[in-house]
Each structure stands twice: as structure tokens, then as C-alpha cells.
């Protein structure tokens, strides 16, 4: 089976900007969740979507968003970018919902502000 | 809510000594998983631990589970240039869909 893709790789973004990430699970997979990576805080939880519905999110402001089709590929949404957006957001997915399922991740895509 | 702790930060191995990381909840976990990311790379999935005082071996590698289900940690016998990258472990909770991952430990391993 083909693993998880992010697209794209690499973006550069000014402040104020929007930007929308995208990440395709692997195949029979319905759960995609989202990370933010970052040098100091680890990997931050930010949402989880199952069967189109988001079950959780972490403690982001609403400037995060995302949503999920119904082929399981999921979008994640950050509008008026901030400085310290910049970090590289991990999807993952995994066969089931919730904090038992294995997680299988993507290679991430490197998100600068400037 | 819950936060997972993860010690030391960084290690600085010579090839052949061992290494160990801590993770401890401060709330009991329904499960906790390892992963290992390389420098560069994105996280792996290494394991999972579910009863409490599992272990588990995977080679080299030990994970154990604590009793009380609030702390884990992974320990790696004579290590190898192979084993750098940045370990995190991640717990789960009976009252939540995610799971919280600890801030990891960068491992370094010097011929």
C-alpha cells in the first residue's frame, strides 16, 4: 500500500496570508489527524477527523481548521498566518479512531512565515 | 488535562552504551505508544504498550509500562549509530480521542 502523502512539501507564506495543506491516508484508513511540529513544543495535537466528522481538537485558535471527504483525504485551513505558524504540520492516519490506533505519518510539509 | 512528560530531553551516547527514556502522565493512561522519528524524517510507529507492567522487546529495545499505567519508559542496550533520531512517546486517556505526545529525547550516538 502507497503511504500517507502531504502535498505540498514546502510552502513559504507572508503574515496575514491563508494556506490550506493537504494529506491523502492510506488506503482503507478513515482516521487522518494533524500535528504541528515545532523545535520547543514537540508534536502538538491539533484535530482528528474520522468518517468526515472531526472527533477532537487540541488547543488551537480558530484560525486552524480543517475538514475531511468522503475518500478520507483531509484539508487543514490556517488563515491570517502569524510568525509563529511556521513549523512543519504532520498528518497521520490510522485505521481507527481515537488514541488506540497505530499511527502511520506523512512526510510532513515545512510551512515558513515570513 | 492531560499532559505527558517525557526525560531527559537529549542524550549523548558513545556507540555501545546504553540509553533509557522516561515518560510519565500526570493522569492515568489508557495506552501508550513509541515512535521514532529520524533526523529529517517524520515519525514511526515502534509500539504499543496497553496492561499495566507490560514489556515488550523488540531486539535491542525494552518498553515497559508501569504499574499504576502513568509512566513508561524505553531502554536500548548497546546502542548503535543506527539509533539516533528523536524518541516520543505518546500516551492515551479513557476520556479523550487523541493522543498527547510527550516532547520526545533527541538521542545522539557517537562511533
Redesign the interface.
Known amino acids: 500500500k502507497a503511504g500517507v502523502t502531504q502535498t505540498p512539501r514546502y510552502l513559504i507564506k507572508t503574515r496575514g496570508q491563508q494556506v490550506t495543506l493537504s494529506c491523502s491516508p492510506i488506503s482503507g484508513h478513515r482516521s487522518v489527524?494533524w500535528?504541528q511540529q515545532t523545535p520547543g513544543?514537540?508534536?502538538?495535537?491539533l484535530f482528528?477527523y474520522f468518517s468526515e466528522t472531526q472527533?477532537?481538537k487540541?488547543n488551537f485558535p480558530g484560525r486552524f481548521s480543517g475538514r475531511q471527504f468522503s475518500n478520507s483525504r483531509s484539508e487543514m485551513n490556517v488563515s491570517t498566518l502569524e510568525l509563529g505558524d511556521s513549523a512543519l504540520y504532520?498528518c497521520?492516519s490510522s485505521e481507527i479512531?481515537?488514541?488506540?490506533g497505530?499511527?502511520?505519518?506523512?512526510?510532513?510539509t515545512r510551512l515558513t512565515v515570513l | 488535562g492531560q499532559q505527558v512528560m517525557q526525560i531527559p530531553q537529549y542524550q549523548h551516547v558513545q556507540e555501545g552504551e546504553d540509553f533509557t527514556t522516561y515518560c510519565n502522565s500526570s493522569t492515568t493512561l489508557?495506552?501508550i505508544?513509541w515512535?521514532k522519528q529520524r533526523p529529517g524524517?517524520?515519525?514511526?510507529?515502534l509500539i504499543?504498550l496497553?496492561k499495566s507492567g507490560e514489556v515488550k522487546k523488540q531486539k535491542r529495545l525494552t518498553f515497559q509500562f508501569g504499574e499504576a499505567k502513568k509512566n513508561s519508559s524505553l531502554h536500548i542496550t548497546a546502542t548503535q549509530t543506527t539509533d539516533v533520531g528523536t524518541y516520543?512517546c505518546?500516551?492515551?486517556?479513557n476520556s479523550?480521542?487523541?493522543?498527547?505526545?510527550?516532547?520526545?529525547t533527541s538521542l545522539l550516538v557517537t562511533p
Open positions: 489527524s500535528y513544543q514537540g508534536l502538538q495535537f482528528e472527533r477532537n487540541g504532520l497521520a479512531t481515537g488514541p488506540g497505530e499511527q502511520f505519518f506523512g512526510p510532513g | 489508557s495506552n505508544q515512535y524524517g517524520h515519525p514511526v510507529f504499543q496497553v516520543f505518546a500516551g492515551g486517556s479523550g480521542y487523541a493522543l498527547n505526545f510527550g516532547k520526545g
